[in-house]
């Protein structure tokens, strides 16, 4: 994209009354669900959207380019983004939005019925998969909840994958990994080493700190992370517990600083609990990782491959 591109301009996201925007909602809706997704617009148009709460995400000079509803019924949907703006966050920010509006309004939690393509963008942002994957409109669709009042279980790879990036991408400056030996099948992953990238490139002064049972299982292994660590040292840092007692100990969590965890129990195994707005519970981690993080050691074997 070139300095001039419209797809660079800054947007803003306002919830909106439905009759004053209604030719902005559906210039969206239409272009994306009715011409992209073949839905017909007999079930785009419903009677629901009158009584629903609407974001409009609109570019500076006021362009409608996405938009999603909150139901009387407290349900998430016709979250659309026009195809040029995508993977600018403008979906996050929508989402964000609704949100907010829920909690304020003292809902418990939010449902909706995610197309299986974006199930991965509902879990990073807490949602859990209900029941059945289903028929909708010709698309296959997952139902997901969102409970505000207590943590989300995690019983899957995918759903701790899902959760894991949620939490990278939501995190401001720091992140608390702890793990017996780089769990592979969690931090070999593609999709979170991209979100760690991506956190560690962002700029801004980031840090990730990572603490090991055996720091030497992940350098035979060959570890990806290693890899990553060793082209941003300055960002990565690791250290290995020497203290009895925090051996012995064998939870595992990967933790930010903008509000979510993914807490195991049992680190060798996948499952464990997760949320991604509770800064109580990251203070209180990050507490426990801190004085741990004290009575390690550096790992000085990890210098000859510059970290």
């Not at 403008?90 to 609704?98: E, F, K, Y």
């Not at 956190?199 to 055996?214: E, I, P």
């Not at 890899?227 to 250290?239: D, E, T, W």
Request: with cysteine; hydrophobic share 40%.
């Amino acid at each position: 994209m070139t300095p001039d591109d419209p797809r660079l301009q800054p947007y803003r996201v306002d919830v909106v009354g439905f009759d004053a925007a209604l030719a902005e909602l559906r210039s969206v809706r239409d272009e994306v669900f009715v011409g992209e997704q073949g839905v017909p617009i007999t079930l785009e148009h419903d009677a629901l959207d009158p009584l629903c709460t609407h974001v409009l995400a609109r570019l500076l000079d006021g362009s409608p380019v996405g938009t999603a509803r909150l139901t009387p019924d407290r349900k998430i949907g016709r979250m659309a983004v026009r195809a040029a703006w995508r993977g600018r966050g403008i979906g996050d920010a929508l989402l964000r939005a609704l949100l907010d509006d829920a909690r304020k309004g003292g809902w418990p939690a939010v449902r909706l019925n995610a197309q299986v393509g974006a199930i991965g963008f509902y879990a990073r942002h807490g949602f859990q998969p209900e029941g059945e994957r289903f028929m909708e409109a010709g698309i296959e669709h997952q139902a997901m909840m969102l409970a505000f009042t207590g943590p989300a279980r995690i019983d899957s790879r995918e759903a701790g994958i899902d959760a894991s990036i949620g939490i990278i991408e939501r995190a401001r400056r720091t992140l608390w990994i702890r793990s017996a030996a780089l769990d592979p099948w969690l931090y070999d992953d593609g999709n979170v080493l991209q979100a760690l990238r991506g956190f560690a490139t962002r700029g801004g002064g980031q840090q990730v700190l990572v603490l090991l049972h055996d720091a030497g299982a992940p350098q035979q292994a060959h570890a990806p992370l290693l890899a990553l660590a060793q082209r941003l040292p300055s960002i990565f840092v690791f250290r290995e517990l020497q203290d009895p007692v925090d051996r012995n100990d064998p939870a595992a969590w990967i933790a930010g600083d903008g509000g979510g965890y993914y807490l195991r129990g049992l680190g060798e195994r996948v499952q464990g609990e997760a949320e991604q707005d509770a800064p109580a519970k990251v203070r209180q981690l990050a507490t426990r990782f801190d004085d741990a993080w004290q009575r390690s050691r550096p790992v000085s074997e990890y210098r000859a491959l510059g970290l």
